[in-house]
């Protein structure tokens, strides 16, 4: 039992079953005290009836005055068996050798036999059968139980169901939706953690939008001295070794490419969804970003819908990284259509990736160790791939080739 408020219930109708048996269990133990209370009810039995040699017609008397007083039907018997009175119906058979005191519930009704002081039997029966006193006992407390269990039921489900929405705005926030809030409902101390959660959950939210900021700003305030560094290089003239002067281009592209990169990075992160939607031929975004590396794309056409310039990023990002660390071989790209999706897929022939890697490069700032020694890649490249695709409803994978090399698979649905 998983849930809270059936736990909290299931308490509650454990509590009342022990109590309504405890009950049970008392009176069936005060019950066994009954022959105590047949010698005390046989005592005072006997001081109100007449004496054992009193002619019967005064035997008679006192037993109609007891009939109509206790409406019981009554019946007195000497020691040896033989019936001195009788008042109301009559009594079942009597045998003295067989009989002993107590009750038993017969025929007619429960039947009460006493054993008077002076050796007389006194056998007496209700008139009108009444259910036992235990029955209407239990019933009662089973009633009880009963009524509480349907008045605790929506006290508990409704502490359960504040709880259930407490839990679904903490899944909220850890699945990345800041601005998740849960609503803050009575005085205890469910209401002040779902205040303290919301309290949090702002905090966070403030941090988050804080660090965007910072960052978006920093890099494209990065930009204006970048472009001065560019020009100085382009100005520096024939007597710096062409070398250097191809180095600093180096590094200056790619600190270029690395803003460009954190400043999608942060727009990506301030939008949840995409901003705007379009039919993109997959082919044909593909050839054309394959073109600026003199490579040809094969495949069909398949048409998706999307942001027509992330894809193109998504595109550029692998055909980079096919670049930058597939080797010497030949980088092949491709798209098809598969049970209506659209399949992209970029090989290269290089080292490929150990699997316990496969899906770790697709994590931000991670690069392997090999990459990280040359200073080669930034590692936002793959993360922002696979963020891409997964806001197109698509997936993102690394996959070993035939041969060698690594080949990236995106799988996208197809308009």
């Given at each position: 039992m998983r849930r809270l408020y059936l736990q909290f219930y299931a308490a509650v109708l454990l509590v009342l079953a022990v109590f309504v048996g405890a009950a049970a269990v008392a009176w069936k133990l005060a019950e066994d005290q009954t022959p105590q209370y047949l010698d005390v009810a046989a005592e005072l039995t006997g001081a109100l009836l007449p004496e054992a040699d009193a002619p019967p017609a005064?035997?008679?008397?006192?037993?109609?005055?007891?009939?109509?007083?206790?409406?019981?039907?009554?019946?007195?018997?000497?020691?040896?068996g033989t019936q001195i009175a009788m008042a109301g119906r009559p009594p079942p058979r009597f045998d003295p050798?067989?009989?002993?005191?107590?009750?038993?519930?017969?025929?007619?009704?429960?039947?009460?036999?006493?054993?008077?002081?002076?050796?007389?039997?006194?056998v007496a029966r209700e008139v009108r059968e009444r259910p036992s006193p235990i029955l209407w006992i239990v019933g009662g407390l089973a009633l009880l139980a009963l009524a509480i269990a349907v008045g605790a039921?929506?006290?508990?489900?409704?502490?359960?169901?504040?709880?259930?929405?407490?839990?679904?705005?903490?899944?909220?926030l850890g699945g990345g939706d800041l601005g998740a809030r849960v609503r803050v409902e009575g005085r205890d101390e469910v209401a002040a953690l779902a205040a303290s959660f919301n309290?949090?959950?702002?905090?966070?939210?403030?941090?988050?939008?804080?660090?965007?900021?910072?960052?978006?700003?920093?890099?494209?305030?990065?930009?204006?001295?970048?472009?001065?560094?560019?020009m100085a290089t382009s100005m520096l003239g024939e007597q710096t070794d062409a070398k250097t002067r191809e180095a600093l281009k180096r590094d200056i592209g790619e600190l270029?490419?690395?803003?460009?990169?954190?400043?999608?990075?942060?727009?990506?992160?301030?939008?949840?969804?995409?901003?705007?939607?379009?039919?993109?031929?997959?082919?044909?975004?593909?050839?054309?970003?394959?073109?600026?590396?003199?490579?040809?794309?094969?495949?069909?056409?398949?048409?998706?819908?999307?942001?027509?310039?992330?894809?193109?990023?998504?595109?550029?990002?692998l055909l980079e990284n096919a670049q930058r660390y597939g080797g010497?071989?030949?980088?092949?790209?491709s798209v098809m259509p598969h049970g209506g999706r659209a399949v992209l897929e970029v090989r290269d022939h290089g080292p490929g990736v150990p699997p316990e890697e496969r899906e770790r490069i697709f994590e931000p700032f991670y690069r392997?160790?090999?990459?990280?020694?040359?200073?080669?890649?930034?590692?936002?490249?793959?993360?922002?791939?696979?963020?891409?695709?997964g806001r197109h409803g698509g997936t993102a994978v690394c996959l070993a080739a035939e041969r060698s090399g690594s080949r990236f698979r995106i799988d996208l649905p197809a308009a």
């Open positions: 005064e035997s008679q008397r006192a037993l109609d005055a007891l009939h109509r007083k206790l409406r019981f039907d009554l019946a007195l018997y000497r020691p040896d050798r067989r009989a002993r005191e107590g009750w038993r519930r017969g025929a007619g009704g429960p039947t009460f036999t006493l054993q008077l002081p002076d050796g007389r039997w006194l039921y929506p006290v508990v489900r409704r502490l359960g169901r504040r709880l259930e929405r407490l839990k679904d705005g903490v899944e909220q309290r949090s959950a702002q905090r966070i939210e403030e941090l988050i939008a804080a660090h965007r900021l910072l960052l978006a700003n920093c890099s494209h305030e990065l930009r204006t001295p970048l472009a001065r560094i560019s270029d490419r690395l803003i460009e990169e954190i400043l999608l990075a942060s727009r990506l992160e301030a939008v949840p969804g995409l901003e705007r939607r379009e039919p993109v031929d997959l082919l044909a975004l593909a050839a054309e970003e394959a073109a600026y590396y003199d490579i040809e794309a094969d495949g069909e056409p398949v048409t998706v819908e999307g942001d027509r310039a992330l894809l193109r990023r998504l595109v550029r990002n010497e071989g030949p980088i092949e790209i392997r160790a090999a990459t990280a020694e040359s200073g080669r890649g930034s590692g936002l490249g793959l993360a922002l791939v696979r963020d891409i695709a």
